[in-house]
């Protein structure tokens, strides 16, 4: 159980960081719904364990990190119901239609998640590679490798043949 100033600690981080890791999963997960859950999950995961997590030097690393788990573990389920019953799956979501029209945005749903995520943290949420390699679990020249790949299909999709 939280004491008073623990709790007021965890709500202070929850406000201070809640829009920018939805911002941030947005990317990750292609739906701003399924951004909002997956940071909620994760942030509820977080308080359940913030006596360890404060003390940590990225608390919201770890509420990334958990968040994008929780995305992998989603679109596994989501695969295997492919695999299973290829029509079980729900029709698409009309307002998501819309939010992925963007050519940016059909190129990051076009990467790799790994690449997508490492993407994510450094270039929009502004980590550097050290901090993005933590909340990934690998290391610095992983994440550069990582965003260097994924630079080079952006430029190919959006430059055309000069990428």
């Not at 999950?41 to 990190?65: C, H, K, N, Q």
């Not at 992998?72 to 939010?99: C, F, K, Q």
């Amino acid at each position: 159980m939280l004491d008073a100033s623990g709790r007021e600690t965890f709500e202070s981080f929850f406000r201070g960081h809640y829009a920018s890791v939805v911002r941030g999963l947005v990317l990750v997960a292609g739906s701003e719904g399924e951004a909002e859950d997956l940071a909620q999950e994760a942030f509820a995961r977080a308080l359940e364990r913030w006596d360890r997590i404060r003390t940590m030097e990225s608390p919201v690393g770890y509420v990334y990190r958990t968040a994008f788990n929780l995305n992998r573990n989603r679109l596994r389920h989501l695969a295997r119901s492919l695999r299973r019953r290829p029509d079980s799956l729900p029709g698409t979501d009309p307002a998501s239609e819309v939010e992925t029209r963007s050519e940016i945005r059909r190129v990051l749903a076009g990467l790799p998640a790994s690449q997508r995520e490492a993407l994510v943290l450094v270039e929009w949420l502004g980590l550097d590679a050290g901090e993005a390699g933590r909340v990934l679990g690998i290391d610095a020249a992983s994440v550069r490798g990582r965003i260097h790949r994924a630079r080079r299909t952006i430029n190919a999709h959006l430059g055309g043949d000069d990428g």
